[in-house]
């Protein structure tokens, strides 16, 4: 059975490292036979959350004007969630975090849902590349 994916591409660099493995995750799950998009943060303008509540306890949408709700609108209709970031100061990208923090009232609808979360760094003496792929369930 076919599945919908959305991959949220947090790098700041289209191209580098945690976006080339968005890029050979969606090439995987094409070959699979599933329907893939891939969003490049980067792309989007997405407003930091302003803990006004609206989202969360008064269950509206956002009042941000933005394009946080375009994407959580494509979180919600997917059957799997990736979320990629490259790992700064060993913690993921602020795009990435900016993003999950204006699904803060959302979250609870993303329901039977498979996640992944993918993450690329460099360390080391000759900042080779280190690939990580994690399973959240």
Do not use: H
């Not at 790098?11 to 599933?34: H, I, K, Q, W, Y």
């Not at 993450?119 to 590349?129: I, K, R």
Request: with cysteine.
């Amino acid at each position: 059975m076919s599945k919908k994916v959305v991959i949220l591409s947090s790098s700041p660099r289209r191209g580098g490292n945690s976006d080339t493995l968005c890029d050979e995750f969606m090439r995987g799950t094409v070959e699979a036979g599933n329907e893939v998009e891939k969003v490049f943060l980067g792309d989007k303008t997405i407003n930091y959350c302003t803990g006004c509540s609206v989202c969360s306890q008064y269950r509206k949408p956002c009042p941000q004007k933005d394009d946080a709700a375009e994407i959580i609108g494509k979180m919600l209709a997917a059957d799997v969630i990736v979320l990629a970031t490259p790992v700064y100061f060993y913690a993921m990208s602020a795009q990435l975090k900016t993003m999950l923090d204006r699904c803060c009232g959302p979250y609870t609808e993303m329901t039977n849902k498979e996640f992944y979360f993918l993450a690329a760094a460099a360390e080391g003496d000759g900042g080779a590349p280190f690939w990580s792929t994690f399973l959240i369930i």
